[in-house]
């Protein structure tokens, strides 16, 4: 429940914050950019200490605490516009960034510690199944709240998602002693090795270079699409319910896609999974920009969903594959974190292409990222690991 709530959430929010700051507040294009990015630059920063010291009691009950942050954040949102205090807006963003960034990383490493290895793949399994109905669930919220009661007043269900959390980390927190036991197990393993020492001996790794390169080129396009795919999608005569149900389709194809990844990955070796992932999403960014149609834009956008759907659930398999468990929470922590550095510097690098050039030169910048990663991709998997 805890993945499910959190990204229930999020997902609301994702298809309307860009409209609710252009539109509501009547912010620029640049400024869209940073409420947007502020988000994922402060929970970048927050990853690292979460991967280093991560750990026992004090870290869960920190997630109760982490939970109602993020659940009152996206409630404050339309005092913001009240207030027209776009400052405001971007504290609450970066506070809930920094909340986002622990209830992530901590619900990754307790699905890990709490499933045994026997029912790894089956418990795994179970626990991506609820984040990918947390990614239906906000659009599918959205879309029928904002026609009801406005894109402002939508925020509101974004907190009502989070506060299912409260109860999960609360129930969670009182069933602490035997996730503290293996948590204390893998502490014990980690502490024998210097920190210095075990990022570089990650870095160095072949699997997790594969895992990161890919997965922050791709969230680099996630960046441009939350910050302005939204507008973009407006300037091309999408409704704001419409637009919503744009980011539906999307993570529905994310969904099918994860779901179905036991199937793909029995066919095609994981690495040259990836490096094909990420050809077709600089095809598919690049495609946006020259959609004769709204169907047309629509069957992309879901293209891209698919894509979505395969990245992530790849990257950890390589890094769960190849990094050794005294570093996994570590690698984790690191891997999370390239998808909020993506995620944190497309809106920022592409906000000036966006005002002088138009919105959908986005996503050409993102293509062409896209495509030098596919590169470095494909020369890394030339080379043996050492």
């Not at 980390?169 to 893998?186: D, G, H, P, T």
């Not at 698919?306 to 929470?329: C, D, K, T, Y």
């Amino acid at each position: 429940m805890i993945g499910f709530s959190y990204i229930a959430s999020s997902s609301v929010i994702a298809p309307i914050l860009s409209i609710h700051v252009k539109d509501n507040m009547k912010q620029p294009i640049e400024v869209v950019g940073l409420v947007i990015a502020i988000y994922f630059i402060v929970s970048t920063l927050t990853k690292i200490p979460l991967g280093v010291f991560a750990g026992g009691k004090k870290t869960i009950s920190f997630l109760l605490f982490a939970f109602v942050i993020y659940s009152i954040c996206p409630a404050l949102y339309p005092l913001a516009a009240l207030t027209d205090s776009i400052l405001m807006l971007i504290f609450l963003r970066a506070l809930q960034g920094l909340a986002y960034a622990f209830i992530g990383t901590a619900s990754l490493i307790l699905a890990a510690l709490t499933i045994s290895s026997v029912d790894r793949d089956r418990g795994m399994g179970t626990y991506t199944a609820s984040l990918s109905l947390g990614l239906l669930a906000g659009p599918a919220i959205t879309t029928f709240s904002i026609p009801l009661f406005g894109v402002s007043n939508t925020f509101y269900f974004a907190g009502l998602m989070g506060f299912i959390g409260i109860f999960a980390a609360f129930f969670l927190n009182r069933k602490i002693s035997s996730i503290e036991k293996n948590w204390q197990i893998i502490d014990v393993a980690m502490n024998r090795e210097a920190l210095k020492s075990k990022i570089s001996a990650i870095m160095r790794n072949k699997g997790f270079g594969n895992a990161f390169i890919g997965i922050f080129a791709f969230f680099t396009l996630f960046g441009v699409i939350l910050a302005y795919a939204p507008l973009y999608a407006k300037s091309l005569s999408f409704g704001d319910e419409y637009i919503s149900m744009l980011f539906l389709v999307y993570f529905i194809a994310t969904t099918v896609t994860r779901l179905s990844i036991g199937r793909i990955i029995g066919r095609i070796s994981k690495s040259t999974l990836m490096i094909l992932s990420i050809v077709f999403a600089a095809s598919f960014s690049f495609a946006l920009t020259i959609s004769p149609d709204n169907l047309v834009f629509a069957g992309i956008f879901a293209s891209i969903g698919a894509i979505h759907g395969v990245l992530f659930p790849i990257g950890s398999m390589l890094i769960a594959e190849h990094i050794q468990p005294s570093r996994n929470i570590l690698a984790n922590s690191l891997y999370m974190m390239g998808i909020d550095i993506g995620q944190g510097i497309a809106p920022l690098i592409t906000a000036g292409v966006a005002v002088q050039l138009g919105l959908k030169y986005s996503f050409i910048v993102s293509a062409v990222i896209l495509v030098a990663a596919a590169l470095m991709l494909v020369w890394l998997n030339m080379h043996k690991q050492p």
